[in-house]
């Protein structure tokens, strides 16, 4: 099992920045790579940023320029900075550790990976 647990989220204005963290504990080492996603109201969970166990990034298209992912192995903490934010970043951001029966970008997996249990970041315009 893991814990997820992120922190850092609030109210910021458009065109601010925040810094999302996310601390794991439990059996880190079976996981793959940890990621951050978001779900805004009304819409469907989504990637925001990957870091693979080889440090490979991924960004999502909206996000990329607009965000920097980092992982602290040694602390088992993923770190997301949100700059430039804008009303439709407005969401719940999510900390997940994917696993080896889940794949970061393919959302019919995402029921095998482990899930924080997300923090509100609201930007308001």
């Known amino acids: 099992q893991v814990q997820l647990v992120e922190s850092g989220g609030g109210l910021v204005q458009f065109g601010g920045s925040l810094r999302l963290s996310c601390v794991g504990s439990?059996?880190?080492?079976?996981?793959?790579?940890m990621g951050w996603y978001r779900q805004a109201p009304g819409k469907s969970r989504e990637l925001v940023a990957f870091v693979s166990n080889d440090g490979r990034i991924t960004y999502s298209d909206s996000m990329k320029g607009r965000c920097t992912v980092s992982r602290d192995t040694g602390r088992n903490a993923l770190y997301l900075q949100l700059g430039q934010v804008e009303p439709e970043d407005t969401a719940v951001y999510y900390c997940?550790?994917?696993?080896?029966?889940?794949?970061?970008?393919?959302?019919?997996?995402?029921?095998?990976?482990?899930w924080g249990q997300g923090t509100q970041v609201t930007v308001s315009s």
């Open positions: 439990g059996n880190i080492g079976s996981l793959t790579g």
């Open positions: 997940s550790g994917q696993t080896k029966g889940s794949r970061f970008d393919v959302p019919s997996t995402w029921a095998y990976a482990y």
